[in-house]
């Protein structure tokens, strides 16, 4: 992310904000704040270019959307510049974290959408059956206001942006202000293939934008970002008596049992803990150890945390991380990292900033750790390792399962079976066994937290089908003049009825099979 300064507004009075990077702190970007106004303007837009892309094609629309995939493969190297500029990743990250990760999104929900959106008929059931036929309709909700984070920027825009333009909707998005560009990128991939200007828009602005696209009329809000934010836009939602979908913070935990390939494990942690300089929803911010395996693995928990290499040290090798993305996450870290060390744990590795010419953190590893440390309790979103020795495997699920959070966790044993029974004692979202934060990236599987990690689901089957609205179309199969439950009811209507209750429902008949199919 990026340093994010005021400016002097705009002659029509539109706020500005300056952009420098955490890399080296020289100026960046600019963009001009969008107003309520803008947002409204931009609204009425959408839905004029959404009645005209709800009549093409699932296939058309499937075609054009996937083309962007050409554009950005061809224009990935300017992506990434800004985009590193803009967050500080380093180049394998970006092309990790963000380019393979946008292009398989596209692809996947471009081979997904005929199947999944095209009317499906269904067999009715019981007596239903001879009397009526069930068509399934998916209708697109309309215009869809899509509120994406700082972290991930790109992929995280791409990706949801996919499937509500594959389902039949217009967007509008507002990327995070402190990485803008996501979002400017987005668009031009998509309109590039062949996607109406007007049906994809972006948005650029902070919380006083976002709160106007809430509020403005949408159909639907997909928001990723902090709890507190998530809170209020849920209200908002609720108000209005529209969906939205929270992907919210996380405080994943780490379980390694007695019988985890330590190597493994370890080299997971490590990993998982630090990638994308920490900032990362479902990466392991807790790890819990079997105290009969703990100091062999905090012993390779140290050697693999001091080797991992940042973007503000001289080594002049190949960095695996980059600076902090945004400046205000460095307090958070710090005070996490102070409050830690004054309660007592041991700070075995890095454990400090480094503010020569950019904003870095350390590679961390904090041992001795427990559930008084926030630490252990809060969101921390930096490059650390967080380890804490337990008894035995019942007391990790129980750590494990203290906490506000539930975004998704890993189990790491040699014993599948374990690792399974354990999972499904875990109040998170999704669970990882002997890997871990890759749900996201597994699209076939539904991705959502439990507790304050959100409401709702992305991806998994039911995710383009969650841009649109259900509508079941009843017809009847004999046109007759009429029913014979209709008016005008004679002494043998109730009669009738009672023995349909007698003789189906209270007899072996409602055993057969077409009854409950």
Known sequence: MAIVEPLSPTPDGHRRLRLRSTSDNQPIHEITVNTKEDVDAALVRAKAAQREWAKVPIAERARIVRGAIDRLVEQREQIIADIRADTGKTRAEMLMVEIIAACDAINHWSSCAVRDLSDEVRKTHAFMRPLKK?????????????????????????????????????????????????????????????????LLQVLHGDGETGAALVDAGVQKISFTGSVATGKKIALACAAQLIPCSLELGGKDAMIVCADA??????????????????????????????????????????????????????????????????????????????????????????????????????????????????????????????????????????????????????????????GIEIAKQLETGSVHINDASISYGVLEAPFGGMKDSGVGQVNGKGALRSYTFQQPIIIDRWKRKTEQHWYPHTEKTAEELEQAVKYVYGTWVKKLWFMGK
């Open 261 to 418: 390939d330590l190597e493994r494990a370890a080299n997971g942690a490590v990993f998982n803990s630090i990638f994308n300089t920490g900032h990362v929803c479902m990466g392991v911010e807790r790890v819990y150890v079997v105290e009969s395996v703990a100091d062999e693995f905090e012993r390779l928990l140290e050697e693999k945390v001091s080797e991992v290499r940042y973007a503000g040290s001289s080594s002049g090798k190949v960095s695996e991380i980059g600076s902090l993305f945004w400046d205000r996450q460095l307090p958070i870290i710090e005070s996490h990292v102070a409050d830690a060390r004054e309660k007592g744990a041991d700070i075995a590795v890095g454990g400090e900033a480094d503010t020569n010419g950019g904003i870095f953190y350390k590679p961390t590893l904090i041992r001795k750790v427990d559930h008084t440390m926030d630490i252990m309790r809060k969101e921390t979103f930096g490059p650390i390792v967080s380890v804490m020795r337990v008894k035995d495997e019942d007391e990790a699920i129980r750590m494990a399962n203290d906490s506000e959070y539930g975004l998704s966790g890993s189990v790491w044993t040699r014993d599948d079976q374990k």
């Open 134 to 198: 069930l068509l399934m309709h998916s209708r697109p909700l309309g215009v869809i206001g899509i509120i994406t984070p700082w972290n991930g920027p790109f992929a995280l825009a791409v990706n949801p942006t996919t499937q509500a333009l594959l389902a039949g909707n217009a967007v509008l998005l507002k990327p995070s202000e402190v990485a803008p560009r996501s979002g400017d990128w987005t668009a031009r991939i998509f309109h590039e293939a062949g996607v109406p200007q007007d």
